[in-house]
C-alpha cells in the first residue's frame, strides 16, 4: 500500500508560479511511476505530467508543455510540479498518482486526495 499527500496548492494570479508536492510513504519500495492528474468542475480528470521510476523518461499534457515541468527526489520520496505561467485553465484540483503507467490513468493504482489550485484571471 502507498498514501500520497499532496500540497502546496492554493490561488495565483494569472501569469504566476506554484509547485505542487506529494509525498508518498508505505510501500515507496516499489518500482513505481508518478503522475499528475488534473480535474476541473464539470470535467473529467484528465493527465498533467507523468515520470518513470528512476526519472529516465517524463511525459507531458500538450497543454502544459513548455509551462510545468515533473521531477522527484528519491530521498524524500516526494514528487514535484513545479507550474509556471498559470492560465485561468490550469483551475482545477490536482492529483497525484502512483502505478506503472507514464500517464495512462488506468495504470496507476494509488492516488492521493487531490489539491487545490484556482487562478485568477
Known amino acids: 500500500q502507498v498514501r500520497l499527500v499532496e500540497s502546496g496548492g492554493g490561488l495565483v494570479q494569472a501569469g504566476g508560479s506554484l509547485r505542487l508536492s506529494c509525498a508518498a510513504s508505505g510501500r515507496t519500495s516499489s518500482a513505481y511511476g508518478m503522475g499528475w492528474f488534473r480535474q476541473a468542475p464539470g470535467k473529467e480528470r484528465e493527465f498533467v505530467a507523468a515520470v518513470s521510476f528512476g526519472g529516465g523518461r517524463t511525459r507531458y499534457a500538450d497543454s502544459v508543455k513548455g509551462r510545468f515541468t515533473i521531477s522527484g527526489d528519491n530521498a524524500k520520496n516526494t514528487v514535484y510540479l513545479q507550474m509556471n505561467s498559470l492560465q485561468h485553465e490550469d483551475t482545477a484540483v490536482y492529483y497525484c498518482?502512483?502505478?506503472?503507467?507514464?500517464?495512462?490513468?488506468?495504470?496507476?493504482?494509488?492516488w492521493g486526495q487531490g489539491t487545490q489550485v484556482t487562478v485568477s484571471s
Open positions: 498518482a502512483a502505478g506503472y503507467g507514464l500517464g495512462l490513468q488506468s495504470r496507476y493504482d494509488y
